[in-house]
């Protein structure tokens, strides 16, 4: 993190002369006018009239602070001091033109935010910077004269929409292709199985002659035994991988392998032992993967009855679904599990479609900003990576992050044009994320940073996790309301490596431009 924050201190530029203050948003100086000139990438020029009473308020401002810190002969600390003689002492330092350069800040700092929001309608972002050379205009500045200063500074773009024939809304009916996999029909048929095994009838059996099938379910006490290398009973397991009273259903894929086989045929009252084998996945390290004998009582039997997939039965499912609808959802529950291989694929298609029927400069400042922060994170992985902090301190040069803004900023202006229809279009289109997604996700990021032993901001991660989800949301509702050709490849054609990858590069994006949009106050 200190290697991050030296990259980051290292980049900022030092030739930008006049950086303006962070001050309330209260005109204690009053501005003549403001003419507006637009430029290129969404940067403007702003001609600031400043009268002398403007001027000399601020000067007198900086004066005043100055004379309350400075110690200079003849003087008490924090009395008043003619400003002829603090000028005269921070010349002495190397500063002669320093109090006319603190006034012109004082003056940039208060203006130049409200004449481009109150006098043009416009968000300033990044830093203003005076178009005359700062040196002659701090030369020339006289206190209680008139002045006029022309500033650049780049403001919030604007997106054009262009105007598509027979659609009402440019940014539906999208055109394009991509490829993915086929629908997973059986996944999809396993969902409705699912569901109807969960609202199963049950039945007891009478019949002392019964034996199990599949299908059935069952009460059954449990006690068990590791097993040793002859594959007979060994060390007795513990109480909480036995148990009483413990209902099994006689399914495929549902418990440790060897269970339900081996009660298949029992009858109730019986007693069977029954080798199995613990998953792998088991959280008990100890069982993970491991063989061991049961001993297996059924006490009760129960037949289990599926309901039919009716309207009716989707109305028990949730109030208002239809088995359409029911189906409907289960089907896109189904392909979002798939999603990650060909959401990439798909989520490309769309931002290649939108920059078709949209228009926006990126103003440099928004790019600079993100290079800078891409070009940090490389670094960093640098070092994670076992450079020494010395060879990477050797490419942290201004040079070296130019030629990289270079590579880069076609990238970012393309992720930011696609972030910035996507946050507008979910503005227009009133896209909301449910609460509860969004802390699905927080939950998850907490037990990682939990496990890791991390620190994080939960407020600026959760403002990335609400844009990157509200981002996604948007794609799914432009891919429904979409024309694209999607081109099914067979399993050998389907590469899922590859497209695993470039969901996580494409992830990564998202969140980028997420905290991007988060991040920049444009307030």
Known sequence: MKLRLFVLALLVSSTEAFVPQKVAFTRHLSLDASKLERLPESSVKVTLSIPG????????????????????????????IPPAVLENAMAGKGGRYALRTQAIQELLGELIEPALKEDHGLEPIGQPTLEQDSEEVAKNFKPGEDLELDVLCDVWPDIEWKEIEGQEKPYFGLKGKYTRKPFNDEK??????????RYAELAPITDKDHEMQMGDACIVNMEGWMANEAGEKGEKLPDAASGDNVEVILGT???????????????????????????????DKTLAGKAAIF?????EAKTRTLPELTDEFAEKVRAGLTVESLKEELRKAVDSEDSKEFRPARNAAIAKAL??????????????????????????????????????????KPENFLKYKKIVKDDIVRDFKVSMATDEIGRMEGVEVPDYQVEEQMESIRQEAAESKEDFDETQIRSRVEATLQREAVMDLLAENSNFEVEFAGEEEFDAELMEKLAAESLAREQEAAGESAAIDVA
């Open 53 to 80: 009473s403007s001027t000399k308020a601020a000067f007198d401002k900086v004066c005043n602070e100055l004379s309350k810190t400075i110690t200079l002969p003849g003087f008490r600390k924090g009395s008043k």
């Open 188 to 197: 999809f048929n396993k969902a409705i199985n699912d569901l109807l095994e």
């Open 253 to 283: 894929g549902r418990y440790m392998t060897g269970l339900v086989e081996g009660l298949v045929g029992a009858k109730v009252g019986e007693t069977k032992e029954i080798k199995v084998t613990f998953p792998e996945a088991l959280k």
């Open 295 to 299: 001993d297996v009582t059924v006490a």
């Open 355 to 396: 920059a078709e029927v949209m228009d926006v400069e990126v103003p440099d400042t928004l790019v600079t900003k993100q290079a800078r922060e891409k070009f940090a994170m490389m670094m960093t992985d640098m070092r994670n990576s076992g450079v020494p902090d010395e060879e990477i301190k050797n490419q942290i």
